[in-house]
């Protein structure tokens, strides 16, 4: 029996999305979807891709935010944490970390770091290994010029994701 990945938070007016071992209670006025990675599915083996943003999020969208970035006002913002596979755990690229990032300094958002510049954006990508998992953590701003209010409410967003190591393999 397949269970409903999405559940009601009895003491809020927040939702818990959750999907192989990815969490995310999901503030008031954003949105959040986990499914399965676009970009792994030629090779057999798909991971998840979880994705938050204070806009709604399409049907068709990309695992680094096409489709949705473009939409992003000044005030906006898009989250992705997307999950490679075994191989990638602990390299140089995927280092190793106590916690998950649940923060990231409004100096460390650059127009240069997007996949895609857009005028006015900014993002950040940060590449590790937590509960023995490989991720790449990618965000959006709306703003550059806003990234200082934008990085707060990324921080309060990002303490509310959590990753459970992985029970087994899909």
């Avoid at 009895?10 to 503030?27: H, K, Q, W």
């Avoid at 991971?47 to 969208?61: K, N, S, Y």
């Avoid at 949705?68 to 191989?87: A, T, Y």
């Amino acid at each position: 029996m397949a269970v409903d990945p999405i559940t009601q938070v009895e003491e809020t007016d927040a939702f818990r999305v959750s999907l192989d071992g990815l969490t995310v209670t999901v503030p008031q006025a954003w949105e959040a979807r986990i499914s399965r990675s676009t970009t792994a599915a030629e090779t057999g083996q798909t991971w998840p891709v979880a994705h938050v943003a204070t806009i709604p999020l399409p049907a068709q969208r990309g695992d680094y935010g096409s489709n949705v970035v473009e939409r992003l006002g000044p005030e906006d913002i898009f989250v992705s944490l997307v999950e490679f596979g075994p191989e990638a755990v602990d390299t140089a690229l995927f280092p190793r970390v106590d916690v998950m990032p649940d923060g990231i300094e409004p100096n460390e958002f650059q127009p240069n770091q997007l996949q895609r510049i857009l005028p006015g954006q900014a993002g950040k990508q940060v590449f590790f290994t937590y509960q023995d998992r490989a991720f790449c953590l990618y965000v959006v701003f709306g703003s550059f010029a806003r990234r200082t209010g934008l990085s707060q409410r990324l921080s309060e967003l990002l303490q509310q994701m959590t990753i459970a190591p992985r029970e087994n393999s899909p």
